[in-house]
């Protein structure tokens, strides 16, 4: 059987100019004519050229270098450079230019309010390509590893006794430095060097102290004081929490916000709130998982005739065998403001727990708990049984009556392709780890990741390459 094989010596005409490089249906073409079509005034850019001083790089192709970078899974300023030089696409895409892993890293470091825009814009072409309805918006949230290790997340007792090791250390240094300028053996340029990393190691800790004494934290990462500690399913670490709001009608993504908090508890309604400001009128109804059921967060979006669909803890876990003496086997009385035991017992209001934000109620004059059948069953507290109610425990049944019914559960098992977009990103896109700091920072690049995926999907919802640069030449003009 005979074998095809290349002859790099073999003399071949190159193609006229560059644009000849790609061809029609490749992606790049998306990403240029998208970026194209973006709003730069809306999204910060500074495009003045009459600006005094040497020259710099064009900030819309550096835009473009970025993006169409992230959708490769190259994020790494060296690889984007590398990039400039032998990848045919970016070649085509630059045309030409070829800026260092410096540039391409101060770029995306000074302009992360542009690239965070850069989803919101893309959400709303999106909305005038009709691909986003806002009708329905699933919320879910992933943890991302943030460029720390957790070993640097301590307690403010531990930083207070490095430092005290440091300035040991840089007391032994200054000492070096005396024998050397005394004439004795050592150089001076190699003490030098030692005694500024322990002064900058010394300012770095001092500098994390004080936000941390500023925000009232616990704990504190010095290489990234920002990024908070969490568990998953590969152990703890230092990280972020990625929140993603998606449209039903096709899975694109409206908004998108990393914070560093461990859960999801406070995040429903500014999630939501964010991603109604970026369709600029309020969805119907607005879907997330039991980790955001905290019916205080909830409330916010309810106020704004919005249906909510959370389930509780308890309904997600309903294969969990039943418990006979369980809170909801307690029936309330409105009018009285009393529980009723399985049993028939009355529980009557006791008083408000400040700390829980909760009331409490418990039997005052006697109490049947010690005499009853059930006792060691349904209690074992000597004062009998109580029941705790939330301020705003009628609203918290409501929503779980909603969440039972019919038409909650069709949209709630929807709610499960909004996952597909952290596969795309972590696998695909190898963002399962932030290279930057900062909360700033990491929004920025979480954005990008967003974008990008909303490209993958108007291309193959617009049914091809050209198809989607004919729609968003349209749109720019």
Known sequence: MAFKTGDRYQVTFLPNTIDDFVGGEDPVRVYDAFIDALDKKELGLDLNRRKVGCSKYDPISMLKLLVYGYSYGWRSSRKLERATHHNMSFVWLLGGLQPDHKTIANFRKNNKKVLKNVLKQ???????????????????????????????????EKWEKELEKIDQRIKVILEECENVDQGETGSLVKVGKNLAQEQKRKAKIEEALDQMNKEDRKKINVTDPDAVNFKGRQGSHAGYNAQVVTDEKHGLIVNIDVVNE??????????????????????????????????????????????????????????????????????????????TCPEGKLLEFSHYDTTKNK???????????????????????????????????????????????????????????????????????????????????????????????????????????????????????
Request: proline residues 2%; positive net charge; contains cysteine.
């Open 262 to 339: 461990s859960n999801d508890l406070n995040q429903f309604s500014n999630q939501i709130n964010q991603a109604n400001q970026v369709l600029e009128s309020p969805c119907e109804h607005a879907c997330a998982d039991a980790g955001y059921a905290n019916v205080d967060n909830l409330k916010e979006t309810v106020d704004q005739n919005i249906d909510v669909i959370v389930p509780s803890q308890k309904q997600a876990l309903h294969k969990r065998k039943q418990d006979p003496f369980d809170k909801e086997a307690f029936s309330y009385n409105e009018d009285s403001d009393t529980y």
């Open 122 to 156: 893309c959400a709303r072409m999106c909305i005038k390509l009709d691909f986003i309805e806002g009708n329905t918006l699933f919320l879910d949230g992933t943890k991302v590893r943030a460029s720390a290790s957790i070993n640097q997340t301590k307690k403010a």
């Open 359 to 477: 009331f409490l109620y418990r039997f005052k004059k006697t109490i049947p708990c010690l005499t009853c059948q059930h006792f060691n069953l349904c209690t074992k507290a000597k004062r009998g049984r109580s029941i705790t109610r939330l301020v705003n425990q009628k609203l918290k049944d409501k929503l779980g009556e909603r969440y039972k019914t019919e038409e909650a559960q069709s949209i709630y098992d929807k709610r499960k392709e909004a996952e597909s977009v952290f596969g795309h990103i972590k696998h695909n896109l190898k963002g399962g780890n932030f290279l930057v700091k900062g909360l700033e920072a990491v929004n920025a690049e979480f954005s990008i990741f967003g974008t990008c995926f909303n490209v993958v999907r108007m291309i193959t919802l617009m049914g091809g390459v050209s198809q989607l640069v004919k729609q968003l030449k349209a749109i720019s003009a």
